[in-house]
């Protein structure tokens, strides 16, 4: 990419070829994997420290299969999202697509160190991304962004060298392996070191209250296309992790830790709503209304019951493609109509009906309007709530209400009413942005209508999940 | 009988060599400034291949006085090829030092220092050859004629190195009373038989202060600072990579000798002196914004990682050589980038780095690299220490943890001006415009990029530097009795 620097109008194409041929070498990998097995298919492993036990091992089971379909299909569609990217393309463009090499590392890493490597290596370009093409306040929060997460994945570094050595003196010898971690199975006392450093480490990427403050900041300075790609799938991150380094690997300290998880899973649905409720900036509304969704899916995990974990897993892909297009519909109104504060849209419906369009889809997928996958999952994660917790699931239907709210009262004031003075030229929708979001819709839609499609692909991670703990009790 | 046989010649011409090429340099004419960075490069790439050819020899010559085992082959070729790295990229810098013989003959001299320490058997070998390099070093802070602040940056160097001397041999002489030997060997067998007596601490914490200041370890860090930044920068790159990292091998051996009956105590102190280090090292270099004085800070930091790892022992140990490798590295291509701005920007503070990025991209990049490997990103190798200690205090247990949390903490800490250094440089406008190239300045470029590349290759396949330094931990006290 940096090559390119001479001639910037390829950057975009080189781009868009790469990334498509990413894409289509998932889909390749997603016909040819097997549904009756339990296993990591697509098993790769070479040798790379063998002194130390670490290996280049990846695989994709039912958990990741899906992510890396999601950021695969991320990638392509934010490429072609930011056709209009003139300052420093070639960078630019080399920039998201070693964002994209690093998430698909994290998802596809079967060895503790390269899930490390990778977890790092996704830090430095989103800190380009939004340091030099954001907003206003860009620099503070690339600076933040960098630092609070860099702290989190510190510490899980210390949580993995806990755990490598701990596994070491089961098996016999040292390895970084991750499904071999796994089967050692450690001991309570040990558990209950590792499981809440574990925990900080990724709550702060979920984003979770109260360390989630880095978001709002992040999101609301960085370019669309990497609040996109933020939003979409470094969130995810954060929730594959807890699953398959936390909880996976140390369930029964993580029932101890139920109370407390459900907790901050609640504070995160409720804070979230509620602050989302007061913002004028929409971006940052819908930045809130992300924490309060991956709330959802907290609380899903920690019910450890089958329709609720269901419901969370289902809830990381459709809130990867609904807040993809949220944001994109976000971004639509900041270029054409020049600001996202709330208090100087309106009317937009007349100028830009087809993006209003779009946007009121997003909203209505993201409240949960059956017929969407949002409402699936939302629905599945309250039924396991219920089961699991009781009266708490009030609590989690609150948010979801609360979501209708402050999603319905934005769209009114951003599309209906009178059209401010300088408002009056926009233009509508360009080609480059309503394609990928037409093509989110149709999948929310499709997935939402036959959720089947995508659930024989993921049952095999939850019920591995859920069995562990019936095994406890 | 006690004469010197042709097989211990033989095995004694790295150092004979470097000897006479400090001589041969001295002896040049006045002018001969290229002659001088000629002789010396060669000479120390001749040094580091005859080096390289003693790896697995592990003999005691000179009746006892000299040991060429594998770690002393490694310190060895470590500070040789550091310092063969350092010169080649002066090569645009000759032009500039005042009496360029002189300052490469010091070099050679000081090498010679370098090499003798690592393989000493006895305190007084070790301390001549540690104050050989010291005093050979004292004046090249001075070299450039340009430089203002050469002057006293060599002269709080000196002062504070000579105090230094003068601790380290008070505790040597309390510990020579007490022992009633010199040799290492000798000396740790006795404290065996001994145990833990006041006089043994009091010289212990004698000799760590005396090399806290060379190795630039908090309280006695002071004199770093100024003397980094006022230097000129490949001159710094030679002091803070090579005859620092010189300090640390002394610190290492003596830490060694004492290990045997006060390793809790020891590594208590040394311990507690490393988390002071890291923690003020950063917390003063976030401070600065002056980027070179913000990076002699962070050698200061730095130093106290690599103390970590000699705390932690076993695998930390080999932590630290990989750290030591990496630091050096870092530090060397780092000053002469910072030369490299210094020429074409005219200042080396923060806001001669903005825009930096579009200016000189290439030179922009390479200096990313470093500061993400000074920080501790993989899969650079300045990543690749830090782990090996951190696991391995993980390992260990008990407050080890706190320390490997604390180190941790630090790393991020440091990332942070680390992070301000890079925004400068991509996300802000240029403020000044390029001087003219002068022409000069391409031996800087091919000693960075060639450092970078060292980075990022050991970086993503550690594997053979993790052997090679393992093998050489393995021989740091291989003639002990316990």
């Known amino acids: ?473 | 009988m006690n004469s010197l046989t042709l097989e211990q010649l033989i095995l004694l011409l790295p150092e004979l060599l470097l000897l006479l090429m400090a001589i041969f340099v001295m002896l040049l004419p006045r002018r001969a400034h290229k002659m001088a960075w000629l002789l010396a490069s060669s000479g120390l790439a001749v040094d580091l291949a005859m080096c390289l050819s003693l790896w697995n020899t592990n003999v005691v010559i000179m009746d006892g006085a000299y040991s060429i085992d594998n770690f002393a082959v490694f310190i060895k070729v470590l500070l040789l090829g550091l310092a063969l790295l350092n010169v080649i990229g002066s090569h645009d810098f000759t032009d500039k030092v005042y009496r360029a013989k002189e300052y490469y003959a010091l070099l050679l001299t000081a090498m010679l220092g370098l090499l003798i320490i690592p393989s000493a058997t006895d305190f007084i070998t070790m301390l001549v050859a540690f104050e050989l390099v010291s005093i050979a070093t004292y004046v090249l802070p001075m070299a450039e004629l340009d430089n203002p602040h050469g002057g006293e940056a060599a002269l709080k160097y000196f002062l504070s190195g000579a105090f230094a001397s003068a601790l380290i041999l008070y505790g040597l002489s309390l510990l020579y009373g007490f022992t009633g030997t010199l040799n290492l060997v000798a000396c740790s067998e006795v404290m065996f038989m001994l145990g833990v007596h006041p006089v043994l601490v009091l010289a212990l914490v004698l000799l760590l202060a005396g090399f806290g200041y060379k190795m630039a370890l908090v309280p006695f860090h002071w004199w770093a600072a100024d003397t980094y930044t006022g230097s000129s920068s490949p001159t710094t790159g030679f002091l803070s990579g090579v005859t620092q990292k010189g300090a640390f091998v002394v610190a290492l051996k003596i830490i060694v000798v004492y290990a045997a009956v006060l390793s809790p105590l020891a590594s208590l102190l040394l311990g507690l002196l490393c988390v002071v280090t890291m923690t003020v090292g950063n917390v003063l270099a976030l401070k600065q914004q002056d980027v070179k004085r913000m990076i002699a800070y962070s050698s200061v930091a730095h130093a106290g990682n690599i103390g970590v790892g000699f705390v932690v022992g076993g695998s930390g140990v080999v932590g630290s050589f990989v750290h030591i490798l990496a630091h050096a590295l870092m530090a060397i291509a780092c000053f002469f980038v910072l030369q490299l701005v210094l020429e074409r920007k005219g200042g080396t503070s923060l806001r001669h780095f903005r825009g930096l990025g579009k200016q000189m991209p290439a030179l922009a990049a390479a200096m990313m690299l470093l500061l993400l490997s000074f920080g501790g990103v993989p899969p650079l190798l300045g990543f690749w220490g830090k782990m090996l200690m951190v696991v391995s205090a993980v390992g260990l247990g008990g407050w080890y943890t706190v320390l490997a949390l604390i180190l941790v903490l630090n790393s991020a800490l440091s990332l942070v001006y680390y992070a301000a250094v890079i925004r400068e440089m991509y996300m802000r406008p240029a403020e000044q415009e390029l001087l003219p190239a002068t022409g000069s300045g391409k031996s800087y470029l091919l000693a960075i990029w060639l450092a970078v590349a060292l980075l990022l290759g050991l970086g993503l396949l550690p594997n053979l530097l993790t052997e090679i330094c393992t093998g050489a931990a393995s021989f740091v006290s291989p003639w002990m009795p316990w």
């Open chain 1, 1 to 473: 990419m940096l090559f390119l620097a001479k001639q910037p109008q390829l950057a975009k194409y080189v781009a868009l070829l790469c990334s498509g041929a990413v894409l289509l070498g998932s889909l390749v990998m997603l016909a040819g994997y097997d549904l009756s097995t339990t296993d990591y298919q697509f098993w790769q492993d070479t040798e790379w420290f063998p002194a130390f036990g670490v290996s280049f091992t990846v695989g994709l089971d039912s958990l990741s299969l899906p992510l890396f379909m999601l950021t695969t299909l991320l990638c392509f569609l934010v490429v072609l999202y930011s056709w209009d990217v003139t300052e420093r393309a070639p960078f630019y463009y080399g920039l998201l697509l070693l964002l994209e090499t690093g998430v698909l590392g994290v998802f596809s890493a079967l060895d503790f160190f390269l899930f490390y490597i990778f977890w790092e290596i996704v830090l430095i370009p989103m800190f380009f991304l939004i340091g030099i093409w954001g907003g206003e306040r860009r620099s503070y929060a690339s600076m933040k962004f960098l630092i609070y997460t860099h702290v989190a994945s510190l510490i899980m570094l210390l949580a993995i060298g806990a755990m490598y050595f701990k596994a070491a003196d089961v098996l016999g010898y040292y390895t970084f392996s991750i499904p071999e971690i796994t089967s050692v199975g450690f001991d309570l006392s040990f558990q209950l070191l590792v499981f809440p450093a574990l925990l900080f480490a990724f709550c702060v990427k979920l984003p979770v209250v109260p360390v989630h403050t880095w978001l709002p900041d992040a999101h609301v300075e960085a370019p669309t296309a990497a609040s996109v790609l933020l939003a979409g799938v470094l969130l995810k991150m954060g929730s594959y992790g807890l699953i398959r380094v936390a909880y996976l690997i140390n369930p029964q300290a993580a029932q101890q830790y139920t109370w407390l998880v459900v907790v901050l899973a609640l504070l995160s649905i409720v804070y979230g709503s509620f602050a989302a409720f007061t913002q004028d900036d929409l971006k940052k509304l819908i930045a809130y209304s992300s924490i309060s969704h991956m709330g959802f899916v907290l609380i899903g995990i920690a019910s450890f019951e089958e329709h609720a974990v269901m419901g969370a897993v289902f809830q990381m892909v459709a809130h990867g493609l609904i807040s993809a297009m949220l944001f994109m519909g976000c971004g639509v109104i900041q270029h054409h109509a020049g600001t996202r504060l709330i208090s100087r849209l309106g009317g937009l419906y007349g100028k830009m009906p087809a993006a209003m369009t779009m946007l009121v889809l997003a909203f209505f997928a993201s409240m949960g309007i059956p017929g969407f996958m949002g409402f699936l999952a939302e629905f599945s994660v309250m039924l396991g709530v219920y089961h699991a917790f009781g009266w708490l699931v009030l609590l989690v239907a609150l948010g979801a209400v609360l979501a209708v709210g402050y999603y319905l009262w934005a769209f009114q004031r951003v599309a209906f009413g009178s059209l401010p003075n300088g408002l009056t030229d926009c233009k509508d929708i360009y080609w480059y942005e309503l394609a990928p979001m037409l093509v989110l819709l149709i999948l929310t839609i499709y997935f939402g209508l036959q959720p089947n499609m995508l659930l024989a692909y993921m049952s095999d991670s939850v019920y591995k999940l859920v069995s562990l703990v019936s095994t406890i009790m």
